[in-house]
């Protein structure tokens, strides 16, 4: 849970930094900065099992695909806060 807010603080931090002249590209490129630093903190620092990549990889055969196959729709099931987070400031500051 306190990955879901330190994320969501960054993605409310970038809605409100990014330029506006740079429309859709500046918030896709930041959604999906957003969504790999998600990705990569729960198959690395979290993980499966703690923070152990070996441990975590014997869960899984030692496939380190199908383990971050894992934690890639692990992060997309918990993604729709933080892209919320992000979009509100960025459209709200568009329309002004």
């Known amino acids: 849970m306190l990955l879901i807010s330190l994320i969501t603080a ?7 930094t990014v330029p506006n002249r740079a429309h859709a590209w500046a918030f896709l490129i930041s959604a999906s900065l957003l969504f790999c630093t998600l990705v990569l903190s729960n198959a690395f620092l979290i993980g499966f099992v703690g923070p152990g990549l070996a441990d975590n990889l014997a869960y899984f055969d030692g496939s380190l695909t199908s383990y971050l196959g894992y934690n890639v729709q692990i992060s997309y099931r918990v993604f729709s806060l933080p892209l919320v987070a992000l979009a509100v400031p960025f459209v709200y500051r568009l329309r002004r």
């Open 10 to 16: 960054a993605g409310f931090a970038l809605g409100m």
